[in-house]
């Protein structure tokens, strides 16, 4: 019976040691998460005004497509991407790539002139994370390295599978796409965007 006891009491200890370690790692990890998305952040602010530096003493290129673009620290930069209404402002890479993903959004698809441009980023709070919090309605402006702003509106947010690429490229009317995962990564958060009939302006 003792023997019994002494049993139960080592098994409700090892239980107890094992929950505080997974706290911990969990602790650690939101830890580690913390300073990824601030670095990044800090990261993207200092590019954004490189874009627009760009822009200012045009010192921009123009690729074989006609769509002009910065290098920066030997990566290009077609623009920057604003979504006022959730505080989003960042710079957009040329080309897609996951080594690329984490250092700012990039074009996965399209281009940006005619209206078939397909964004990402990582769902890091200071990229992506608010795309959450848009609405229907709002504005978003896209101003690319010749200092070119293209003015839309959300008019469609869906959620689509993970591994749905080929329809995270479908157009229907919209001019614009822009997506992140949710935090499970099975799911994309999926903005559509319309060209608004605001001038676009220079």
Sequence with gaps: MEKAKRRKTKFGISL??????LIAAAGGLFAYNTVTDKKAGEAADGLVKEVEQAADVS????????????????????????????GIELPVQSDYSLAKLKIAPCRYYGSVPEGTAVICAHNYRSYFGNLKY?????????????GLTYPYEISLIEQLDGYDSERM??????????????????QRITLRLTRTVEEDTA
Excluded: R
């Design 16 to 21: 107890m040691a094992f929950g505080l370690l």
């Design 59 to 86: 010192s921009y290129e123009e690729d074989e497509n006609g769509e002009v673009y910065a290098m920066i620290d030997g990566e290009k930069y077609i623009g920057v991407i604003a979504i006022p209404s959730v």
């Design 134 to 146: 848009a609405k229907p309605g709002d504005k978003v402006y896209f101003t690319d390295a010749a």
């Design 169 to 186: 490229k479908e157009n229907n009317g919209w001019d614009m796409t822009l997506f992140t995962c949710t935090y499970s990564g099975k």
